[in-house]
Every structure is written in C-alpha cells, then in structure tokens.
C-alpha cells in the first residue's frame, strides 16, 4: 500500500467511525425526547386518548392533535398536532417557536424554561415519528361560535356548598 492509498484508507475509516458516533448519538437524542414527552405530560393534551386511556398509546398515534376545545375567559384554544407542526420546520425555528407564549391550558412556561438540549431531545423524537393526522380546529375567540365539543375551564362553586358556608 502507498503511503497515499494509506492516508485515503484511514480517512475513509475515520468518516465512518465519526457517521456511527453521530447515529448514536441521534438514537440517544430520540430516546431522551421520548421520556422528556412521557413525564411533562404532553401526551394529557395533544394525544387522542392521552388523559383517558391506561393502556399504551401506540407512538404512531402520539401528538397528532386533539379536536377538543378547552374554554375559559382566553375562548377556546385546541392542543396542536406537534407531528404537523413540528415536522414542518427546522431545528432552530422551533427552538424559537416552543418557547413562545400560548393560550391556557397550554404549560408554555414549562417549555419555556427546557434548555436547549432538551427542546432539540423532543424535536428529535417528534421528527422520528414523522408527520401524521390532521391540524386541530382553529382557536375561537370568547363569545365566538364553538364548532367542536369542548372542556368548561370555569370554577364551580356548588349551590348546597355556597349555602352551607
Ligand atoms: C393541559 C393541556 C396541555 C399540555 C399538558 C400540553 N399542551 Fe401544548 N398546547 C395545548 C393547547 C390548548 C395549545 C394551543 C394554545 C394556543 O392556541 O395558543 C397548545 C399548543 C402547543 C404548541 C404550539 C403549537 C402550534 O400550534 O404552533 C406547542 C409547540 C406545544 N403545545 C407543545 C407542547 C409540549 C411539547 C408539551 C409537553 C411538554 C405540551 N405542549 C403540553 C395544551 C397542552
């Protein structure tokens, strides 16, 4: 082997080792995006079933949206599909885009403050899932006619309750 063949051979070596450490720490990424959405709940919200059912959602059902409004004095405001709208944009607009407020019940805050790392860990696993399903219905303002069923966010106060006090 010539000393030039030589240099192109551990180069060629080297791009592969550096591909399978990159794949890696890909599949790293993907798994911590996956438990950072199980345990901040996302599921409760933007998953069909996410509150109701004990059983495992299948993951090709995550995150695609909920057609059920939430109302309170902000109208009515309806979890995004995150498998549309995080597949439709790049890594650094959604840095800029999870961290924006939004409208109740919607934990913004909580979003807010994930580092980067983290943020980039949820687009990971929203990424490897692909795009699925349908955008949720639009948000209505308050007063505004409500086209899908949807979740009073109003305190009750019981009538015997008030009585009794
Ligand atoms: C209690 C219900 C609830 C939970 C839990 C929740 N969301 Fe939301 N989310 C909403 C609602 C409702 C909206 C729509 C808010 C609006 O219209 O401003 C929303 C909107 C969003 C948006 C804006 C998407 C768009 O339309 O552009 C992002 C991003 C988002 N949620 C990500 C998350 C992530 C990630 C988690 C988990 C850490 C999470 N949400 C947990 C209810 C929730």
Redesign the pocket.
């Known amino acids: 082997m010539t000393t030039r063949t030589g240099m192109l051979v551990l180069a060629g070596l080297a791009a592969l080792a550096s591909t399978a450490v990159s794949a890696a720490d890909q599949s790293a990424q993907v798994e911590r995006g996956r438990y950072l959405?199980t345990i901040?709940?996302?599921n409760?919200?933007?998953t069909p079933g996410g509150r109701q059912v004990a059983a495992a959602i299948p993951e090709k059902d995550l995150l695609i949206g909920v057609p059920v409004g939430?109302q309170g004095p902000w109208g009515t405001?309806?979890?995004?599909n995150?498998r549309l709208?995080i597949n439709s944009m790049s890594e650094s607009q959604w840095l800029a885009?999870?961290r924006q407020e939004?409208?109740p019940?919607?934990?913004w805050f909580?979003?807010k403050a994930m580092t980067d790392d983290d943020l980039k860990a949820?687009y990971a696993f929203v990424r490897s899932l692909g795009p699925a399903g349908v955008a949720a219905p639009a948000?209505v303002a308050p007063g505004g006619k409500v086209n899908t069923p949807y979740i009073v966010f109003v305190p009750q106060v019981d009538k015997q309750q008030a009585v009794t006090r």
Not at 77 to 80: H, K, Q, R, T, V
């Open positions: 959405v901040s709940g996302c409760d919200c933007h939430f405001s309806y979890a995004s995150l709208v885009h999870a939004r409208l019940p919607m934990p909580n979003l949820v948000y």
